[in-house]
């Protein structure tokens, strides 16, 4: 008798499973961790909003949340594990950074509005973190390849995986980041002779601010940058003042003491200055022909555009001037690797915060019609955007002035002499005549 033998393949390992089940641990895990993290947006848009902003100003963005959050929910349990995994990570990170924020407001001072749900939506992104790790590790292994293979691709996963999340976690946690940050403790103004004020932007949106007469009957409208406040433009008013300029330094809207949804790329910023502007055109101390205003990063971008839009400002300082949009982006940069990532960046800034982006800058640059001095600081700040925008100008009566050496914004420090005389020198040629008086 002759016997035959049969040689048979190895297998390596049996096929992932595709499905999980709908009862499955995982699914369950996932569900209850979105569930919570959904839930913190339904308080932050509803229950607990900003003051100032209006119950259907975040329909959107709880549209969009609730319709991805849903799909992802009934979509898990028939994804393969690698993309269970992906999907978690990706919710996981947004609700980290989301919940991080409030985290940070409770230690700092206490628990308010939605800082509750905040910080259990924090605690749902660690979990689904978590759930990522262990979906990967309870299916390691599985297929029928071989283990070069099986390395191969784990290796090719984690540049795959990081492109991945900056084009999807990075934008739209940018976008979380700079609509949603608290607001800090304002404290006292700089000295007795500064005035605790109010006054509406031109849309009802109520502002808070600090208010300095002058005493060489001009008068500067003064505003920080993105997610910053009023306190972060103090040194630049006392420079002013120090000068008898009077001073108007305000919290835009959404951060400080003043209401409305915070924007830190300043959309809807040059509605303030309008307020700003009538404010005090209204005080009979002040000189509506010799009112001024001097910005900062987005406090600048913001000035330039009321100048465009042609807000009474009779002279403007932009210093660091940059970009407001992804039209301001694609025309700066053209068509790059990074343009997705721009583009869905400032996509998520329009779903999460209910407003809409301003016109490009080189449109508004063509539009200035009174004095305005653009400040640069370093090489990349200069021909990134000083230099395109005064190239912008045309025959605008627009200047550009770089400091090489200085910082963004920190020329009043960096250059103190030069930048105290050269700002001086401006707002005394264009407010008071040239003689500071």
């Known amino acids: 008798m002759t016997t035959t033998a049969v040689t048979e393949r190895p297998v390596w390992h049996a096929r992932p499973t595709t499905r999980v089940g709908r009862r499955a641990p995982q699914t369950a895990v996932f569900g209850a961790a979105m569930a919570v993290a959904v839930l913190h947006v339904l308080d932050d848009a509803f229950l607990h909003r900003e003051p100032g902003v209006g119950p259907g100003q975040h329909l959107l963005a709880v549209v969009v949340s609730l319709l991805l959050g849903l799909g992802a929910v009934l979509a898990f349990p028939y994804l393969r594990p690698a993309a269970r995994s992906a999907l978690a990570v990706f919710f996981g990170a947004l609700a980290i950074v989301d919940g991080t924020m409030h985290a940070k407001h409770i230690a700092a001072e206490s628990a308010a509005t939605s800082d509750v749900t905040g910080f259990l939506a924090l605690a749902a992104g660690v979990v689904l973190i978590g759930l990522a790790a262990a979906i990967l590790w309870l299916h390691r292994g599985e297929g029928d390849v071989s283990g070069r293979r099986r390395w191969a691709r784990r290796i090719a996963a984690v540049p795959a995986g990081l492109l991945l999340a900056l084009f999807t976690i990075v934008p739209v946690a940018t976008a979380i980041t700079e609509t949603h940050k608290y607001r800090e403790h304002i404290g006292t103004p700089p000295s007795a002779d500064y005035r605790e004020v109010a006054f509406d932007a031109s849309d009802g949106v109520h502002l808070s601010g600090w208010y300095r007469p002058t005493r060489n009957g001009a008068t500067i409208v003064v505003l920080h940058g993105g997610g910053g406040d009023r306190t972060g433009a103090v040194s630049h008013a ?134 305005l001095l653009l400040v640069s600081a370093g090489r990349a700040e200069e021909f990134k955007f000083g230099v395109r925008y005064d190239r912008a100008a045309g025959g605008r009566p627009v200047e550009h002035w770089n400091l090489p050496e200085a910082g963004h914004t920190g020329a009043i420090r960096d250059a103190a002499p030069a930048y105290e005389r050269r700002v001086t020198a401006f707002f005394d040629a264009a407010l008071t005549g040239g003689d500071g008086r």
């Open 238 to 371: 006392k420079l002013l003042v120090s000068h008898g300029y009077g001073v108007l330094l305000y919290d835009a809207r959404g951060r400080g003491k003043s209401e409305g949804q915070q924007n830190a790329f300043g959309w809807g910023w040059t509605r303030d200055l309008a307020g700003a502007v009538a404010f005090l055109k209204r005080r009979p101390e002040v000189d509506a022909q010799r009112i001024g205003g001097l910005g900062l990063s987005t406090g600048a971008d913001a000035m330039v555009q009321a100048a465009g839009h042609g807000e009474d400002l009779r002279a403007v300082v932009a210093d660091g001037t940059a970009a407001e949009s992804f039209e301001d982006w694609r025309r700066l940069q053209g068509i790059t690797a990074m343009t997705p990532m721009f583009a869905a960046e400032f996509a998520a800034v329009r779903i999460a915060s209910g407003t809409k982006s301003p016109p490009p800058m080189e449109d508004m640059i063509k539009r200035i019609t009174k004095p």
